[in-house]
Structure formats: structure tokens, C-alpha cells
């Protein structure tokens, strides 16, 4: 069953957001990108993320320690020994990373570790 969101992705996209695969750490655009504005999915333009939230997690993906309400569901992932929470896309439900609590990064304890190949980010000022 082929989402219709996915039918214009590159084979790179389409390997993350589909396929739930996960770029190589410090590969992606976004890594070391704090511009304001903010990101929507790469899939099916749905707003994800505000640049506020966006940190320098170290990780090598971008991090994110809050998410826009309602734009992100998560699902228990048991791929890996250690349990891990994946998040997908709301609205398309292409898959986005995975999310953690308890690492005291940032005030909020939470990281949105995501693909960069997820996302785009839409700057602020190209808004006006
Ligand atoms: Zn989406």
C-alpha cells in the first residue's frame, strides 16, 4: 500500500520517511543548522517543529526538545534491545526518528532526535 505522501520523495527520502531508516550522524543538512523558522515534513509539508526548539545535542542529528502540538505520534519500537519511542509524522505518518527523555540535555529532558532527510526547514522571513 503506496502513502500518497511518499510518491514524490527521493530514493534517500523515501528510505527514511518509508522505510524508517536512519541517515548517518553528522551527514544531514540540519545537523548544525539554527536558523529561525521553522520545520515541516519533508513527505507532506505538515509544520513539525519550531526553530526555538531546536539544540545542539552533539548526536549528530538534528534535536529538537519540544514538538508543534498534535504533529508528531509516537510508537513503541522494539527493533533494538534498548526500548526506544519512534516518531512519525501526524499526518503522514512517515517516520521522522525516535525520541528521549531522561538524558537532562536541555530543561525539558526530551530530544527529538530526527532525520534531516525528514524534514525542511522554512525560514521565518520567507514568510513575509
Ligand atoms: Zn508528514
Redo the contacts with the bound molecule.
Keep these: 500500500m503506496e502513502n500518497k ?1 511518499f510518491k514524490n520523495l527521493t530514493d534517500e527520502e523515501r528510505e527514511i ?1 518509508a522505510n524508517k531508516g536512519t541517515e548517518a550522524p553528522f551527514s544531514g543538512e540540519y545537523n548544525n543548522h539554527f536558523e529561525k523558522g521553522y520545520f515541516v ?6 509544520k513539525l517543529y519550531e526553530s526555538k526548539t531546536k539544540f545542539d545535542s552533539g548526536c549528530g542529528w538534528p534535536s529538537f526538545d519540544d514538538e508543534i502540538p498534535g504533529a508528531i505520534v509516537r510508537y513503541q519500537d522494539n527493533s533494538l534491545v534498548r526500548q526506544r519511542t519512534e516518531i512519525c ?6 517516520h521522522l526518528g525516535h525520541v528521549f527523555h531522561g538524558e537532562k540535555i536541555t530543561p525539558k529532558d526530551t530530544r527529538h532526535c530526527v532525520n534531516s532527510l525528514s524534514i525542511r526547514f522554512i525560514a521565518s522571513s520567507s514568510l513575509e
Excluded: E, M, T, V
Excluded at 515534513?41 to 505538515?46: K, P
Design positions: 505522501y520517511l515534513c519533508r513527505a507532506c509539508n505538515n509524522c501526524s499526518k503522514c505518518d512517515g
